[in-house]
């Protein structure tokens, strides 16, 4: 489809005002830094890999400048029933120097999974959007992210043990 606004809850899992508030934050930062996120839940990925269709969305929907390859997908498939959820953040060419790969990983593990276990979407996409925002925008670098306390790291080394990727 069309995209107008950044959020696009396929899956239903927000709701109004989550999704105006969401929506408000993205647009006032897409403003200001001319860098896109949208957040997008479906219910089913129709088969394809997680990663595959949130690069697709970024490249149909021409999330961000196209000049510039600036655009980052944040692509949710909720728990329901017996499927598992899933979960990827893509990140357009332009801004994989501020959000590589590694870091969009942990993003997620550390910001988004102990939310959605909790079945909290809404805390862990507004937590990771924080995040994607000051890397997006400068205010810390990837590096800086990733040198958290080393409590929290040891915490992570054992969630990691314990979960495959994106998967809750």
Known sequence: PSVSLPVNDFAGIFSQSQQNELNSTLV???????????????????????????????????????????????LIKPKVGSSRGEVFIATGYGLEGAIPDATAKRIIEQEMIPEFKNNEYYHGVSNAVNVLMKLAGGEYSAKEYESGDEEDLLLDIIALVVMLGGIW
């Not at 897409?30 to 088969?47: C, E, H, M, Q, Y």
């Open 28 to 74: 006032r930062f897409a403003d200001s830094t001319s860098n896109r996120i949208v957040v997008v839940t479906v219910k089913d990925l129709d088969g394809y890999p997680i990663a595959e269709y949130a690069q697709q969305v970024g490249e149909q929907w021409g999330v961000g400048n196209k000049e510039f390859d600036n655009g980052i997908v944040i």
